[in-house]
Structure formats: C-alpha cells, structure tokens
C-alpha cells in the first residue's frame, strides 16, 4: 500500500485564497456599505467565503498545516483591492469579483484532477469540489452584475488574475 503524498502546500494556499477572499470583500463592503449596489450580493459572497475558511482552518489544526507566512500580506493586500475595486465603482468590484473567481476554478479544478486521479484524500477533493461550486456561482453571479462594464475590464481583470495567480505560487511555498 502506498502512503498519501503531504497535502500540506494544497490545504494551505487553499485557506490562504479563502481568508484573501475574506478581506477582498471587507474592502469591497467598507467602501460600498449596506446601500451599495451589489452589497447584499458581495456580503451573501463574503459569507460564504468565511465559511470556507473555517473549513480550511479546521481541516489544517486536524492535520498540522501551517498557514501561509504571507497571511499578513495577504490581509493587506486582500483589504486593499477590495476597497481599491470598489472605490472605482461597483462594475469593478464585480470585475475583481470574476477575474479571481476565474482563476480560482482553475486552480480548484486542477486540484481536483490531482485528487481524483490519486484518490488518496476524498475528505479533501469534497471540499474542494463543493467550494469550487460556489466560487463558479460567484463569477456568474458577479458577471450578470456588469463586471464586463468596468472601466478598462480586459485590462483590469488580467492584472487581476495575474496577481492572484502570483499569490497562489506564493502561498504554496511560503
């Protein structure tokens, strides 16, 4: 019998995503506020997001994994395009909104295919197959707002995604 390889780095950069997720809307909803268009939406977002990360933080105390050192970056880092999005206008928020939800089913997706080909940790590929679900449903939901309306969205939802790529890399190693 083969022994399961280490899941640490995926677990993770994985509660990592979830707790800059987190801060992407406390930024977003500190700007907006309660009347702002969308923010019904981005909070219903944010809770789910925080539930989530409570999962990962869970599923890390189990299993011993240690958080990301970028963590206090990445609050930050995460408040502060959130607020930064928002202050734009709400077509930017959404914008920010899809361009990381994107990324993060890709990210998601190709876990998931690591996973199921290894089949060495379902608990695992559970919570990342539902997440994945609902960070799907949040693009959707953030690109039937107007996401594609935002000033200069090609531009802005690349460097978005390229950054969120970076901080993927970044949370696997550090």
């Known amino acids: 019998m083969s022994i399961a390889p280490d899941r640490?780095?995926?677990?993770?950069v994985d509660q990592a995503g979830e707790f800059g997720a987190t801060r992407i809307y406390a930024g977003q909803?500190?700007?907006?506020?309660?009347?702002?268009?969308?923010?019904?939406?981005?909070?219903?977002?944010?809770?789910?997001?925080?539930?989530?990360?409570?999962?990962?933080?869970a599923l890390m105390?189990?299993?011993?994994?240690?958080?990301?050192?970028?963590?206090?970056?990445?609050?930050v880092a995460g408040f502060a395009l959130?607020?930064?999005?928002?202050?734009?206008?709400?077509?930017?928020?959404m914008a920010c909104t899809a361009a990381i939800e994107e990324e993060i089913d890709?990210?998601?997706t190709a876990?998931?295919?690591?996973l199921e080909a290894s089949g060495d940790?379902?608990?695992?590929?559970?919570?990342?197959?539902?997440f994945r679900d609902d960070e799907r449903e949040h693009r959707d939901a953030a690109l039937a707002a107007g996401a594609e309306k935002a000033p200069a969205y090609a531009l802005f939802s690349a460097?978005?995604?390229?950054g969120c790529r970076a901080a993927i890399r970044l949370s696997e190693k550090i």
């Open 106 to 108: 890709r990210h998601y």
């Open 29 to 57: 909803l500190a700007v907006m506020g309660d009347r702002g268009p969308h923010s019904a939406e981005i909070r219903a977002m944010a809770g789910q997001e925080a539930d989530h990360r409570a999962q990962f933080d």
């Open 121 to 130: 940790d379902p608990e695992l590929a559970g919570m990342i197959a539902r």
């Open 111 to 114: 876990q998931l295919d690591e």
């Open 8 to 12: 640490s780095s995926m677990i993770r």
């Open 82 to 93: 959130g607020a930064g999005s928002a202050l734009i206008g709400p077509e930017a928020a």
């Open 159 to 162: 460097a978005v995604r390229l």
């Open 61 to 75: 105390a189990r299993r011993g994994v240690r958080p990301t050192a970028l963590q206090p970056f990445w609050n």
